[in-house]
């Protein structure tokens, strides 16, 4: 897994990256490839060469800070892990709207960034083998469950709609839309906040009482009877996550 940490005070820095690095040497099961920098600057110029699976960004930072640089790096890497490191909560809602894993406050222990680093390492199995196969008129499609923004019911239809934009049309369904994507109630990621729809809360940008707003621009409408049930378990994935409002 390869590890990138930003930080200005190279202190902090030091002693994160030898934190992160002890937490690899005791995790024989695992290979942590860990790269400092100093600014933001030298951390893009990596990026050019290679990407990484989890960043560490201080937020404030010369020249360009931590949210405008999670931001670039979000805009090439939605699968990235973004985990903010700073003294002070006050960009805390702004790390929500870039999808951030997790907020630390400095000083951080090492125990709660070996805590953090368990959870990413979780997170990243969890995602990377989660594949469904959709039965369509013109075959068997796999895809990814965390490539699926929602899934719609079209004519007794499922409608998967992938962050790429593409859109996988399964063969009409027999049994209710809710029998047929039966498997999405057993995921945690996934809510269901209408009859017609089950959306992937990762990509949820904004929760309002009438509907949710995606990162793709889809709205989705959130029936009456559903809301409390839909932001009670939105709250609980924002909080097993760590995300702060």
């Given at each position: 897994?390869?590890?990138?940490?930003?930080d200005?005070?190279?202190?902090?820095?030091?002693?994160?990256?030898?934190?992160?690095?002890?937490?690899?040497?005791?995790?024989?099961?695992?290979?942590?490839?860990?790269?400092?920098?100093?600014?933001?600057?030298?951390?893009?110029?990596?990026?050019?060469?290679?990407?990484?699976?989890?960043?560490?960004?201080?937020?404030?930072?010369?020249?360009?800070?931590?949210?405008?640089?999670?931001?670039?790096?979000?805009?090439?890497?939605?699968?990235?892990?973004?985990?903010?490191?700073?003294?002070?909560?006050?960009?805390?809602?702004?790390?929500?709207?870039?999808?951030?894993?997790q907020?630390?406050?400095k000083?951080v222990?090492?125990?709660?960034?070996?805590?953090?680093?368990?959870?990413?390492?979780?997170?990243?199995?969890?995602?990377?083998?989660s594949?469904?196969?959709?039965?369509?008129?013109?075959?068997?499609?796999?895809?990814?469950?965390?490539?699926?923004v929602?899934?719609?019911?079209?004519?007794?239809?499922a409608?998967?709609?992938?962050?790429?934009?593409?859109?996988?049309?399964?063969?009409?369904?027999?049994?209710?839309?809710?029998?047929?994507?039966?498997?999405?109630?057993?995921?945690?990621?996934?809510?269901?906040?209408?009859?017609?729809?089950?959306?992937?809360?990762?990509?949820i940008?904004?929760?309002?009482?009438?509907?949710?707003?995606?990162?793709?621009?889809?709205?989705?409408?959130v029936?009456?009877?559903?809301?409390?049930?839909?932001?009670?378990?939105?709250?609980?994935?924002l909080?097993?996550?760590?995300?702060?409002?």
């Open positions: 897994m390869r590890i990138a940490i930003c200005d005070n190279r202190e902090t820095l030091s002693r994160l990256s030898g934190s992160v690095a002890e937490y690899f040497a005791e995790r024989t099961d695992q290979v942590g490839e860990i790269s400092s920098f100093g600014s933001a600057r030298e951390l893009l110029e990596a990026i050019e060469k290679k990407k990484f699976d989890v960043y560490f960004l201080d937020v404030v930072i010369p020249e360009i800070n931590g949210m405008e640089l999670g931001r670039i790096i979000r805009s090439s890497d939605e699968r990235a892990v973004i985990v903010y490191i700073t003294v002070s909560r006050e960009y805390a809602f702004e790390a929500f709207g870039i999808h951030a894993f907020y630390l406050q000083p222990g090492r125990e709660e960034l070996w805590e953090t680093l368990d959870r990413i390492l979780f997170w990243i199995d969890k995602m990377g083998n594949r469904i196969c959709v039965r369509t008129r013109e075959g068997l499609v796999n895809i990814n469950l965390e490539d699926i929602y899934v719609e019911n079209v004519s007794r239809c409608v998967y709609v992938m962050k790429s934009g593409e859109q996988v049309t399964s063969v009409c369904n027999r049994g209710s839309f809710e029998e047929s994507v039966s498997f999405l109630n057993r995921e945690n990621g996934f809510v269901q906040p209408h009859k017609s729809y089950f959306v992937n809360m990762q990509f940008r904004t929760f309002g009482p009438k509907s949710i707003s995606l990162d793709n621009g889809a709205q989705i409408a029936s009456r009877k559903r809301f409390s049930d839909t932001k009670r378990t939105y709250l609980e994935f909080a097993n996550r760590r995300e702060l409002l």
